[in-house]
């Protein structure tokens, strides 16, 4: 009887043990995976970066490419080592472009959104025109504003912010309105007024969405800047752009858009950043999660 | 903190009256609602009156208005026609002296569970360290210790569900309104938190108005249970539950429990909210 007590009682604890084994190898494993994972997301993509670079740079060298048709990436590099006075300074008036565009269309979009949210029949009025008005092509309207502003730095800037805007407008119109009645009733009965349920509920309920908004106009204010830059330019990555085309100088202007690319990368990253100091994360990996699903 | 919510309302200084006088009365109420295909009653002719402490549900089909009611009662509504009275004062606008729960949580997703309960002391501005305290204390009485500091989105429904009506509690209302609040739970998370309000309630001698779907929640936690008929919601029938307090999980299995339920089911029946369909136990032989 006491033996089998006994055997019965130490199966039991090898059995316990087991379990707790169990567990503790698939934490060690969940835990390696999402290391692995984190290193795969840079690693991954850095290496098939450098892949690429080195066939182009083979199979400019094994055929001999022309460099004013596709020079070699050794010498877009040795370009932008040549030109970067030049690149740094026209990608500072660049730079100068997109963030007045951006925060021009933020100034803009974000109040016109309050409005069109909160004023109905100015909703009415305003919102049909506006929709619509984004069928057209704002790059033919670059030319006009060439005519009325001349060839400084404002008509960039106008052409960033024509671009840009809408998407904070938009945006920042479904955010606000995306707050369920329950959530209105709930304050209500807890006797909070209106501007203290606009702050306290409804703004950060939009912020998610808000910030989508941004992300999308920062880019497109970088599109505007350079097609400002296009059309009048005196100036900024664009009109070197176009400077080097001229010069048959492909090298050149390879080394000008990866210059607007990195200025792309860093001002969405600003922005996500800053997403990252306002949101909580898990509403920052949500929105992520829903981009990746799109 | 939640002393002077109640000065603001003047008649419920006098004790005295409220014994004679209904707390909340409910007067000829209808609600028609104007839709695409025409104008559609939500509710017709309703009347009845809850005492101070009193434990009432609203228990029927979908669509019989009883949300709408709900929603009227809080003043978030406006009634067609009929009135409520709080005290003997016609509600005209949001009630505040209420603690209100939905069937969703309706929490604030950038707010942890402490943060969500304390939305409501920061709208009424009460003392802040007293809040938080009071707030910790309800989280743990409903099983939430050390829960505090989660996000709604690391918290099960009936997580979710428990943290919002400790933030109906929080400013001890006197009047606490939940519109089928465990309607989207599964059974057993459902029994556990009828059990946990029981207890709440009974230990405040809370005044609750209570909507739902289930008859046995109905029974098991009422003093009167009101019965609604389908659209337009009326009142059917008003049924005392003189079942002891507290009231326990073995009382569902009792004679009386299942005469109440019986009833209940009767007035679905004779009112076509239920169907049962009987097998003849020999086919083909019919009387």
Sequence with gaps: ?294 | MYRRSRAERPLSVNKSADHDQAYLRIENLSKVYATHDGEVRALNDVSFAQRRGEFISHVGPSGCGKSTLLMIAAGLLAPSSGAVLVNGHKVDRPRTDIGIVFQNPVLLDWRTALGNVMLQAEARKMNHKEAQVRAGKLLESVGLGGFEGRFPHELSGGMRQRVSICRALIHNPDHLLMDEPFGALDALTRDQLVLDLEALVRERRMTVLFITHSIAEAVFLSDRVIVMTPRPGGIDRIIDIELPRPRTLAMRDTPEFAEYSRQILELFLARGVLREHRADPRPGVRQ
């Design chain 1, 1 to 294: 009887m006491t033996e089998m007590f006994d055997s019965s009682a130490l199966t039991a604890s090898k059995h316990l043990g087991n379990v707790g084994g169990i567990e503790a190898a698939l934490r060690q494993r969940r835990h390696n995976r999402a290391r692995r994972d984190r290193i795969a997301a840079f690693a991954y993509p850095i290496g098939m970066l450098v892949a690429l670079l080195v066939i182009w740079e083979l199979a400019a060298r094994l055929f001999a490419l022309p460099s004013y048709l596709l020079p070699a990436p050794s010498a877009i590099m040795r370009s932008i080592n040549d030109n970067s006075a030049v690149l740094i300074k026209e990608g500072l008036t660049t730079t100068m472009e997109i963030i007045l565009g951006f925060v021009l269309s933020v100034a803009v979009g974000v109040p016109l959104a309050l409005a069109i949210y909160l004023w109905t029949p100015f909703a009415r009025a305003i919102y049909p025109i506006l929709v619509s008005s984004q069928a057209v092509p704002k790059v033919a309207i670059a030319p006009l504003f060439l005519v009325w502003f001349g060839f400084g730095l404002l008509p960039k800037v106008l052409i960033a912010f024509l671009i840009a805007f809408f998407p904070v407008v938009i945006n920042t119109v479904m955010g606000l309105a995306a707050l369920e009645q329950e959530k209105i009733y709930l304050a209500r009965s807890m006797g909070l007024g209106a501007v203290a349920t606009f702050f306290k509920i409804q703004l950060p309920n939009a912020l998610p969405s808000i910030f989508a908004g941004l992300k999308i106009s920062i880019t497109f204010a970088v599109v505007g800047a350079v097609v400002g830059e296009f059309v009048g330019g005196q100036g900024g990555l664009g009109y070197l752009l176009l400077i080097a085309n001229g010069n048959m100088d492909t090298a050149l202007l390879f080394a000008g858009i990866v210059a607007l690319t990195l200025l792309g990368i860093i001002f969405f990253a600003l922005i996500g950043f800053l997403e990252r100091l306002v949101l909580p994360p898990h509403a920052v990996e949500r929105a992520s999660l829903a981009r990746e699903a799109m």
